[in-house]
């Protein structure tokens, strides 16, 4: 049997076992995962790491009888052995003996995915890619970090990583798919030094298949660059004023807003976005797109967590709130269709997780929101947890570059940024036009109109 | 009898790990220009129940397994790691971490002997918390709903979950040692959600507790009723409190979870391998002053049945009680081997790592300050105006600039010396190596957190605890929407 069928095999009798021991409806999702990363600091190699894993997790839904509702549970184990998974899927059966049953639990009642589409998830000459390949990648970028500047004189090393994938993930209605993808890095993280002060920064590239890659070398002159210009930072006084966020710290933004779109928020009453469908939540020049199809994108599936079909959301349109991100669970509670947002791991229960997400670029480079600020911050790295979904506070440590009369004038660190998430969607008065894709999800830089900065 | 040999034992019955075979492992991971090699085996069982809109809708129960061999070289490691357990495959592992870690060479040859770390465990349980009933678990979390509903009418949500580990370990080094450890671990987590007469606004209370214990010290009403009146308060007190003012204030911080100050302020930045490369800004500051008079720092991985204590790491060092600042003056690192060996001091039993699938690094364990002689009142009312900060939630730091950051999730104004009105959205930031020279009163009242740290570093995540006495500490910026 090849890999596949092997995986299809596991699953159908983890699926009939489940069955057997009294499930109404199960489904079980096997990801094998084969992986290779390596580390080079300076001019020696600071670690190899290869691995082979496997896990594989089963749903049992069991009804109650009394009320119609279904209990549902997980088990999920590492090891394949063939007994083991008939002991796994008992013992979701097993322990969905003991929760509660819930009237909106269940497998999807849409179509499954049909017709699978090759979204370009992987380029199989990759999977010959040799450890000293990658480990090569890896001292190009830390070479080119170190030789940028006298100034770079140490680092946290230079890491290229290379992760093959495959899902197999079926249920009892009779879904039975596979798809296989990779991932590859490239990521460089130079110190700068200079009159006794230190400055880290980091630059990295990532896509499905090793030609995307940006050139190490370029990675490392980049990352040394942004180490570089952070030398000499300073706080800047406590005051309000228009802040950038480049194109890495945008997308925290975005990631930011789709923890509110998700129905498991909504329903919860966790988004402080949840009674704002088909309102404005946002400036009109914000166009927000979920598409699990985007060719080689790095959140592209062509099913599912649960075997629908992905697609193309708009979930906000013009400024104005068009939809959730919604899976099959959290849209019966909410009345609406799953939108193929559903995201599932081995060991949890389906979840809302957005594909590949992003805010439509416009007109503007960076330069120009730059050149149009008179005064004001450009935000390049973002620390700490400050944001509060429920209620939309914001408040986050930052570093960046401060603007005067339209021309970077120095840089800055320890200061604080603060605002109401929804006056700062709203406050958006500046879409840049340059989007980077180095994960699921992506920006193009923004403008917010005024923020409240902390400082000396 | 402590559970150590146990956990040696178990991986012979289980999967025919017998001495010869982890001895014949090494030998093969050996050899060539390899100086060390150590093979790491888990078995680790995790369940978990979930509660929200009044009932247990997930139970899950996961089963992890696996093997990692390291061979290391100098500075160089290489590492692979396997989820299947036997000889068979640790000995294709151990080629192929001897391949990527340095090279060629003939075999070398280990004999190991088993080794007692410590007596008796930090953490005997009477039952293992993955063999706990279910159906305890979930009378537990309908308990912890129904309590809180029965006080608080205004709860819109409430989501509670129980979570029970039960991890052995096994670790054989070439230096001929193989050690054993059973690390139970349980965790209760309650987050409610209120909301006002409006309707307008709703603020969250979260309040979790855990430990290595048994799960039945969860079950005892007089430790979750608390925990969830607790969540109800600061939820309350969150409905009512104004937007925080942005700008620099004196700021004094509440015994026990602020802890997480030391964590990312201090802790991180004394982490061996930063120190060893140079990129700490802590970095060969050894011996120099960089607290005040006063302030003591210590990392203890020995308090029994804390979250973040381990009878050994995974390397099998045990683990101990590090004094890191001392008296204001900087005395030493957290080590694992590797970067102990190259500094040329000892290892410091904080060689952590998430599982078998990642490579040990220099991590926490409980990280705290020790008490001072103030009384925590006379603390506040020394405080003209500034900030008194309750309770956090996560925190991050740049250890090469030292810039560190935090969230208040319960925050006051201090006005005269007295606790004011309550603030929201306040966000702390500093410099390690300056913030705790800053400090100005230490309190006699050491806490230790409740047992809800979870340190993340590199993508590894491992279970820490932190602790603090009540503290004032000057010039502190301070981030929030409103200006001051």
Same mark, same amino acid.
């Given at each position: 049997?090849?890999?596949?069928?092997?995986?299809?095999?596991?699953?159908?009798?983890?699926? %009939? &076992?489940?069955? /057997? @021991?009294? =499930?109404? $409806?199960? !489904?079980?999702?096997?990801?094998?995962?084969?992986?290779?990363? +390596?580390?080079?600091?300076?001019?020696?190699?600071?670690?190899?790491?290869?691995?082979?894993?496997?896990?594989?997790?089963?749903?049992?839904?069991?009804?109650?009888?009394?009320?119609?509702?279904?209990?549902?549970?997980?088990?999920?184990?590492?090891?394949?052995?063939?007994?083991?998974?008939?002991?796994?899927?008992?013992?979701?059966?097993?322990?969905?003996?003991?929760?509660?049953?819930?009237?909106?639990?269940?497998?999807?009642?849409?179509?499954?995915?049909?017709?699978?589409?090759?979204?370009?998830?992987?380029?199989?000459?990759?999977?010959?890619?040799?450890?000293?390949?990658?480990?090569?990648? %890896? &001292?190009?970028? /830390? @070479?080119? =970090?170190? $030789?940028? !500047?006298?100034?770079?004189?140490?680092?946290?090393?230079?890491? +290229?990583?290379?992760?093959?994938?495959?899902?197999?993930?079926?249920?009892?209605?009779?879904?039975?798919?596979?798809?296989?993808?990779?991932?590859?890095?490239?990521?460089?993280?130079?110190?700068?030094?200079?009159?006794?002060?230190?400055?880290?920064?980091?630059?990295?590239?990532?896509?499905?298949?090793?030609?995307?890659?940006?050139?190490?070398?370029?990675?490392?002159?980049?990352?040394?660059?942004?180490?570089?210009?952070?030398?000499?930072?300073?706080?800047?006084?406590?005051?309000?004023?228009?802040?950038?966020?480049?194109?890495?710290?945008?997308?925290?933004?975005?990631?930011?807003?789709?923890?509110?779109?998700?129905?498991?928020?909504?329903?919860?009453?966790?988004?402080?976005?949840?009674?704002?469908?088909?309102?404005?939540? +946002?400036?009109?020049?914000?166009?927000?797109?979920?598409?699990?199809?985007?060719?080689?994108?790095?959140?592209?599936?062509?099913?599912?967590?649960?075997?629908?079909?992905?697609?193309?959301?708009?979930?906000?349109?013009?400024?104005?709130?068009?939809?959730?991100?919604?899976?099959?669970?959290?849209?019966?509670?909410?009345?609406?269709?799953?939108?193929?947002?559903?995201?599932?791991?081995?060991?949890?229960?389906?979840?809302?997780?957005?594909?590949?997400?992003?805010?439509?670029?416009?007109?503007?480079?960076?330069?120009?929101?730059?050149?149009?600020?008179?005064?004001?911050?450009?935000?390049?790295?973002?620390?700490?947890?400050?944001?509060?979904?429920?209620?939309?506070?914001?408040?986050?440590?930052?570093?960046?570059?401060?603007?005067?009369?339209?021309?970077?004038?120095?840089?800055?660190?320890?200061?604080?940024?603060?605002?109401?998430?929804?006056?700062?969607?709203?406050?958006?008065?500046?879409?840049?036009?340059?989007?980077?894709?180095?994960?699921?999800?992506?920006?193009?830089?923004?403008?917010?109109?005024?923020?409240?900065?902390?400082?000396? | 009898?402590?559970?150590?040999?146990?956990?040696?034992?178990?991986?012979?019955?289980?999967?025919?790990?017998?001495?010869?075979?982890?001895?014949?492992?090494?030998?093969?991971?050996?050899?060539?220009?390899?100086?060390?090699?150590?093979?790491?085996?888990?078995?680790?069982?995790?369940?978990?129940?979930?509660?929200?809109?009044?009932?247990?809708?997930?139970?899950?129960?996961?089963?992890?397994?696996?093997?990692?061999?390291?061979?290391?070289?100098?500075?160089?490691?290489?590492?692979?790691?396997?989820?299947?357990?036997?000889?068979?495959?640790?000995?294709?592992?151990?080629?192929?971490?001897?391949?990527?870690?340095?090279?060629?060479?003939?075999?070398?040859?280990?004999?190991?002997?088993?080794?007692?770390?410590?007596?008796?465990?930090?953490?005997?349980?009477?039952?293992?918390?993955?063999?706990?009933?279910?159906?305890?678990?979930?009378?537990?979390?309908?308990?912890?709903?129904?309590?809180?509903?029965?006080?608080?009418?205004?709860?819109?949500?409430?989501?509670?979950?129980?979570?029970?580990?039960?991890?052995?370990?096994?670790?054989?080094?070439?230096?001929?040692?193989?050690?054993?450890?059973?690390?139970?671990?349980?965790?209760?987590?309650?987050?409610?959600?209120?909301?006002?007469?409006?309707?307008?606004?709703?603020?969250?209370?979260?309040?979790?507790?855990?430990?290595?214990?048994?799960?039945?010290?969860?079950?005892?009403?007089?430790?979750?009723?608390?925990?969830?009146?607790?969540?109800?308060?600061?939820?309350?007190?969150?409905?009512?409190?104004?937007?925080?003012?942005?700008?620099?204030?004196?700021?004094?911080?509440?015994?026990?979870?602020?802890?997480?100050?030391?964590?990312?302020?201090?802790?991180?930045?004394?982490?061996?391998?930063?120190?060893?490369?140079?990129?700490?800004?802590?970095?060969?500051?050894?011996?120099?002053?960089?607290?005040?008079?006063?302030?003591?720092?210590?990392?203890?991985?020995?308090?029994?049945?804390?979250?973040?204590?381990?009878?050994?790491?995974?390397?099998?060092?045990?683990?101990?009680?590090?004094?890191?600042?001392?008296?204001?003056?900087?005395?030493?690192?957290?080590?694992?081997?590797?970067?102990?060996?190259?500094?040329?001091?000892?290892?410091?039993?904080?060689?952590?790592?998430?599982?078998?699938?990642?490579?040990?690094?220099?991590?926490?364990?409980?990280?705290?300050?020790?008490?001072?002689?103030?009384?925590?009142?006379?603390?506040?009312?020394?405080?003209?105006?500034?900030?008194?900060?309750?309770?956090?939630?996560?925190?991050?730091?740049?250890?090469?600039?030292?810039?560190?950051?935090?969230?208040?999730?319960?925050?006051?104004?201090?006005?005269?010396?007295?606790?004011?009105?309550?603030?929201?959205?306040?966000?702390?930031?500093?410099?390690?190596?300056?913030?705790?020279?800053?400090?100005?009163?230490?309190?006699?009242?050491?806490?230790?957190?409740?047992?809800?740290?979870?340190?993340?570093?590199?993508?590894?995540?491992?279970?820490?605890?932190?602790?603090?006495?009540?503290?004032?500490?000057?010039?502190?910026?301070?981030?929030?929407?409103?200006?001051?």
């Amino acid at each position: 049997m090849s890999g596949f069928e092997q995986h299809r095999d596991c699953v159908e009798r983890a699926l %009939a &076992r489940a069955r /057997e @021991t009294g =499930a109404d $409806a199960a !489904d079980a999702v096997l990801v094998e995962g084969d992986s290779l990363e +390596a580390r080079v600091r300076g001019t020696e190699i600071d670690f190899v790491s290869q691995a082979k894993e496997r896990c594989l997790g089963v749903r049992a839904l069991v009804r109650d009888a009394s009320s119609g509702g279904l209990r549902s549970a997980i088990a999920s184990t590492t090891d394949l052995s063939a007994d083991t998974i008939l002991e796994t899927a008992a013992q979701a059966v097993a322990l969905a003996q003991h929760t509660a049953p819930d009237p909106h639990a269940g497998l999807p009642e849409e179509t499954p995915a049909t017709g699978l589409p090759d979204l370009g998830l992987f380029d199989p000459s990759d999977r010959n890619v040799s450890v000293e390949a990658r480990i090569e990648d %890896a &001292r190009r970028a /830390e @070479t080119a =970090a170190r $030789a940028f !500047d006298p100034r770079i004189e140490n680092s946290e090393g230079s890491q +290229a990583s290379s992760h093959f994938s495959n899902v197999t993930y079926g249920h009892s209605n009779g879904f039975l798919e596979s798809y296989e993808s990779a991932f590859h890095s490239i990521h460089s993280i130079p110190i700068a030094r200079e009159n006794g002060s230190m400055q880290r920064d980091t630059w990295f590239s990532a896509g499905r298949c090793l030609r995307e890659l940006e050139d190490p070398a370029a990675v490392g002159r980049q990352a040394a660059e942004r180490a570089l210009r952070r030398l000499g930072s300073r706080q800047i006084p406590t005051c309000e004023a228009p802040v950038i966020f480049d194109s890495g710290t945008a997308a925290s933004l975005v990631a930011q807003l789709a923890s509110c779109l998700s129905g498991y928020a909504v329903y919860r009453k966790a988004s402080f976005l949840g009674e704002s469908m088909g309102e404005n939540i +946002a400036a009109a020049s914000v166009t927000l797109i979920d598409d699990g199809r985007k060719p080689g994108g790095l959140g592209s599936k062509p099913f599912d967590g649960e075997g629908l079909a992905t697609r193309r959301n708009v979930l906000v349109e013009g400024g104005r709130l068009s939809s959730w991100l919604l899976d099959s669970y959290s849209g019966r509670k909410l009345g609406l269709p799953s939108t193929g947002n559903a995201s599932r791991s081995a060991g949890s229960a389906p979840g809302v997780a957005a594909t590949n997400l992003w805010i439509e670029p416009g007109e503007a480079s960076l330069g120009d929101l730059v050149a149009e600020t008179k005064r004001g911050l450009l935000v390049t790295e973002l620390i700490g947890m400050g944001f509060n979904p429920v209620t939309g506070d914001y408040s986050r440590g930052a570093a960046g570059l401060w603007i005067e009369n339209g021309e970077v004038a120095y840089p800055v660190e320890e200061i604080t940024i603060a605002g109401n998430f929804l006056e700062m969607l709203r406050g958006i008065d500046g879409v840049g036009s340059e989007i980077l894709w180095r994960g699921r999800i992506a920006s193009p830089p923004l403008r917010i109109a005024a923020m409240q900065i902390a400082g000396a | 009898m402590s559970d150590r040999p146990h956990a040696i034992e178990f991986f012979d019955e289980r999967f025919g790990l017998d001495a010869a075979g982890l001895e014949g492992t090494l030998a093969d991971a050996l050899g060539g220009g390899i100086d060390y090699a150590d093979v790491f085996c888990e078995y680790s069982v995790s369940d978990s129940v979930v509660l929200e809109e009044g009932i247990v809708k997930q139970g899950d129960r996961h089963v992890e397994q696996g093997v990692g061999i390291r061979a290391q070289s100098g500075e160089r490691r290489g590492y692979a790691h396997s989820d299947e357990i036997s000889l068979a495959s640790l000995a294709d592992a151990a080629r192929t971490a001897r391949s990527i870690g340095s090279g060629g060479g003939r075999s070398a040859s280990v004999a190991l002997a088993s080794r007692e770390t410590r007596g008796d465990s930090l953490y005997p349980v009477a039952t293992a918390p993955t063999s706990v009933d279910v159906s305890k678990k979930v009378k537990l979390l309908e308990a912890i709903d129904a309590h809180a509903r029965q006080q608080e009418p205004r709860v819109v949500q409430l989501t509670a979950s129980a979570t029970s580990q039960y991890r052995r370990l096994l670790i054989a080094g070439s230096e001929g040692e193989v050690v054993g450890d059973t690390q139970p671990l349980v965790r209760l987590n309650v987050q409610v959600i209120l909301e006002d007469a409006t309707g307008q606004r709703r603020e969250v209370g979260y309040q979790g507790m855990g430990g290595r214990y048994d799960f039945e010290r969860l079950q005892d009403p007089e430790a979750w009723k608390p925990l969830v009146d607790e969540a109800l308060r600061i939820a309350r007190t969150n409905l009512g409190a104004q937007a925080c003012p942005a700008g620099t204030m004196d700021v004094v911080l509440a015994p026990g979870w602020p802890g997480i100050l030391l964590h990312e302020a201090v802790g991180h930045g004394l982490e061996g391998d930063f120190n060893r490369k140079g990129t700490s800004a802590f970095s060969d500051r050894l011996g120099q002053k960089v607290a005040a008079e006063g302030v003591t720092v210590v990392d203890d991985g020995t308090l029994p049945a804390r979250r973040g204590s381990i009878n050994i790491d995974d390397e099998g060092t045990p683990s101990q009680r590090n004094v890191l600042i001392e008296n204001g003056v900087l005395t030493g690192y957290l080590q694992d081997r590797l970067n102990a060996k190259l500094m040329g001091v000892q290892p410091t039993g904080n060689g952590r790592r998430e599982s078998y699938a990642h490579l040990p690094m220099p991590r926490m364990t409980n990280t705290f300050m020790l008490a001072g002689q103030d009384d925590p009142e006379e603390i506040l009312r020394s405080v003209k105006n500034g900030l008194y900060a309750v309770s956090f939630g996560g925190g991050q730091v740049d250890i090469t600039s030292g810039k560190f950051v935090f969230s208040a999730s319960e925050a006051y104004r201090i006005e005269d010396g007295r606790i004011g009105a309550p603030l929201k959205g306040a966000t702390l930031i500093g410099n390690g190596p300056e913030v705790l020279q800053r400090v100005r009163r230490i309190g006699n009242d050491l806490a230790l957190d409740q047992g809800v740290g979870t340190c993340g570093k590199d993508g590894q995540s491992v279970p820490v605890g932190v602790g603090l006495p009540t503290l004032r500490i000057d010039a502190i910026t301070v981030g929030g929407t409103e200006s001051a």
